[in-house]
């Protein structure tokens, strides 16, 4: 668990930074930078199972894997989330009203919608990254044979 959440924190921390550095940029209302967020994703469950791997060598597999990798992932996208509810309808809910007009389906969006939305994207690309991630971890750990 230490290792998830040590992981985790760095990926909040990355989602947090990309996205400052998006609104001081004025770079912040287009959507498709979020794509951003995938690589910040991979390199939290990569480094995280990296360092997994080596601590439980006689325990990791492809289950006890993918857990890590999905705990990394609720522990960086779930605050993350909750920082977006709080900025958009007390830090700047202009930006939630221009989301509500402009965003594809934006005029559904609520602060609850929003949050479950990240935590749904969270999930979805977690569940594909710790796969893919679990699965290359494990291939490099099977010794060759020449």
């Not at 995280?48 to 006890?64: C, F």
Request: charged share 15%; aromatic share 16%; with cysteine.
């Amino acid at each position: 668990m230490k290792i998830a959440l040590k992981y985790g924190s760095l990926m909040f921390l990355g989602y947090l930074l990309l996205f400052l550095v998006m609104k001081f940029l004025h770079l912040y209302h287009i959507i498709e930078l979020r794509a951003l967020n995938f690589l910040i994703h991979s390199a939290g469950v990569y480094f995280a199972l990296r360092e997994y791997q080596k601590a439980k060598k006689d325990n990791y597999g492809y289950i006890t894997a993918f857990v890590e990798g999905m705990r990394v992932t609720l522990i960086g996208a779930i605050p993350f989330a909750i920082f977006m509810v709080v900025y958009l309808t007390v830090g700047e809910p202009e930006f939630l009203t221009y989301l509500q007009e402009y965003a594809l389906n934006g005029a559904y969006l609520t602060p609850g919608l929003i949050f479950l939305g990240l935590c749904m994207e969270a999930v979805g690309s977690g569940v594909i990254i710790s796969y893919l991630i679990m699965r290359y971890t494990i291939m490099r750990a099977v010794p060759r044979v020449s």
